[in-house]
């Protein structure tokens, strides 16, 4: 085994925290059943503590050890896509500390595909004899845009030195926005399962293999139900990636119909620009001064892949505005229109 990773484990069992790669983005890791190593995520992050974390589990773990029961619907998903960017929420065994649910009675299981989250996932369940799970959230500050490389991680937290926070690399995260988060903990009151975080796997997906349509909380939102309302309408946990803002750059965020960019843009006062308008093909005449057209792919597997470094990069850029052409509204861009929206919405007020 590689002296990093067997570093890393050990850390973990010292109630110290290890950010670590997953093909979905980067996590922030704590030893699940060490409240107080929780604790460190919560205030590194600038997280409130009533915010659930998910627990990261390597293939083949022991799920009875984490939730008190592990529907067949669960057992299902699991098969079709663990390990892969698919959280799922079950009812929470009573030995796992509150802490890291935020409270709930609930827990967040996720089997992280990408080899140095199993490799690490691995050794330091061999460490602690067993069971073991890491609690990680994305490793940003909250609010802000997840990382999905080592570098973001490490510019993220430059206040952390190498002794209170080790990194490990594991280059650019193949998927590039968080897993699809479905709710199964509500299965015996009649509620769900339900997609409470769209993700690279789609309600299409889910339904293949549950052989039903899963209800679907951001489809509520979408349609205009404000969140304290739609949640208390489902009665469904508190997820933090549900906050309108969310995901955000600090350069404020705006997506705009192609056809509208260019009026949108020719418009702008000297004193927005530059901006940078980012979008699926070259325009017409771009020559406007202080405006910069950044083309970006038209697949969304590829475009979820790129967005939040690209995020990055333009929130570095000194520009005064980000546009993005709204992509399109099938379902394949559900979840980047998620993203987006969330981020724009941040400067809507
Ligand atoms: O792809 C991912 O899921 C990444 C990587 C690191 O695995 N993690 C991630 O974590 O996105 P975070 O904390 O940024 O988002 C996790 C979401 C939060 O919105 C949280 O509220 C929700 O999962 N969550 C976790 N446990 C939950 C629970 N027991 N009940 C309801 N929501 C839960
Ligand atoms: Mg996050």
Known sequence: MDDLIREAAQRLADGRLVAFPTETVYGLGADAENEAAIARIYAAKGRPSDHPVIVHVADGANLEYWASHVPVQARRLIDAFWPGPLTLILPRADRVPAAVAGGQDTIGLRCPSHPVAQDLLKAFSQL??????????????????????????????????????????????????????????????????????????????????LGTEPESLFGLKRQGADQQASENK??????????????????????????????????????????????????ENPVLPGVEWVLIDSDPKAYARKLYALLRQLDRGGYRRLVFEQPPSSAAWRAINDRLGRAAAAFSK
Request: aromatic residues 4%; glycine residues 10%; contains cysteine.
């Open 128 to 209: 602690k004899g067993g069971n073991a799970g890491v609690a990680a959230p994305s490793a940003n500050k909250f609010g802000q845009v997840s990382p999905t490389q080592a570098d973001h991680v490490r510019a993220e937290f430059v206040e952390l030195g190498d002794e209170e926070l080790l990194v490990l690399e594991g280059g650019a995260s193949e998927v590039g926005i968080e897993s699809t988060i479905v709710d199964l903990s509500r299965l015996e009151e009649g509620v769900g399962p339900m997609i409470l975080r769209p993700g690279h796997i789609t309600a299409d997906d889910l339904s293949r293999v």
């Open 234 to 283: 489902t009665g469904a946990p508190r997820v933090s990636g549900s906050l309108k803002a969310h995901y955000a750059p600090r350069t404020p965020l705006f997506v705009l119909p192609q056809a509208e960019i260019l009026q949108w843009v020719a418009q702008l006062p000297q004193d927005q620009l530059p901006i940078a308008c980012v979008v699926f093909d070259a325009v």
